[in-house]
């Protein structure tokens, strides 16, 4: 059953007066419970691609459907209640807030869905233990490694369910080693049934998915 669907989507943008073409007539299709890598260099389109995905930003031409509902037809709260409830976030920077520890961070987003502290505790720890990190749980983001850290922003995103798991560039600040264990997390979860789309400019990491769509100059193939 498809969950992404990308139909003839162009998106331009403006730089030092010129017209920059970025997604160029694209279209893809994913299942769910896919994994596939998202691949190419700087500036070839992959990471518009992955804010359209996200609803992070809209196309200029054609359409996004997303688990059946339109999404470039959408008001910005609309968009905004989507990426809450059905998209997941992983990013090369982690993104976790230093003054909150690890539990304090899974649990952050369901707070502001507004969940009870008796509905989001299970919902952390099942997420915390997901990525074996319950006994790190107390631990601020600065006394982790950057595996750990990584760990942390992963559970962060699956405390919240998400329909989609979108991740740029997840082991970019990472040693090769962590990166292959962080890899493996993202296989594991794909063994479970999770969706799973992966954003790099590394061959070697995009051959880890199921399927590799490859980007230049705006257009997509699939390797």
């Known amino acids: 059953m498809t969950l992404i669907q990308i139909e003839h989507v162009s998106k331009n943008y403006v730089m030092g007066g010129e017209m920059i073409r970025a997604l ?9 419970g896919e994994f596939v890598a998202i691949m190419g260099p700087s500036g070839s389109g992959k990471s518009t691609l992955m804010n359209i995905i996200g609803c992070l930003d809209i196309a200029d031409h054609g359409d996004y459907v997303l688990d059946g509902k339109v999404i470039n037809r959408l008001k910005d709260a609309q968009l905004a209640e989507i990426r809450n409830r059905k998209i997941g976030f992983v990013f090369q920077s982690f993104n976790l807030l230093s003054r909150l520890n690890a539990y304090e961070n899974v649990e952050l987003p369901l707070i502001y869905r507004g969940m009870s502290k008796k509905e989001r505790e299970p919902l952390v720890m099942q997420a915390l233990d997901a990525v074996d990190l319950v006994d790190r749980r107390r ?62 400019h590394d061959l070697a990491i995009a051959q880890q998915a199921k399927r590799v769509v490859h980007f230049h100059d705006g257009r997509l193939s699939e390797l």
């Open 139 to 200: 631990h601020l983001p600065s006394e982790l490694s950057g595996g750990q850290q990584q760990r942390v922003a992963i559970a962060r995103t699956l405390a919240g369910d998400p329909s989609i798991i979108l991740a740029d560039e997840p082991t970019g600040a990472l040693d090769s080693k962590t990166g292959v264990e962080i890899l493996e997390i993202f296989k594991s979860l794909n063994e479970q049934g999770r969706t799973i789309v992966l954003i790099t």
């Open 24 to 32: 160029d007539d694209i279209s893809l299709k994913i299942d769910h």
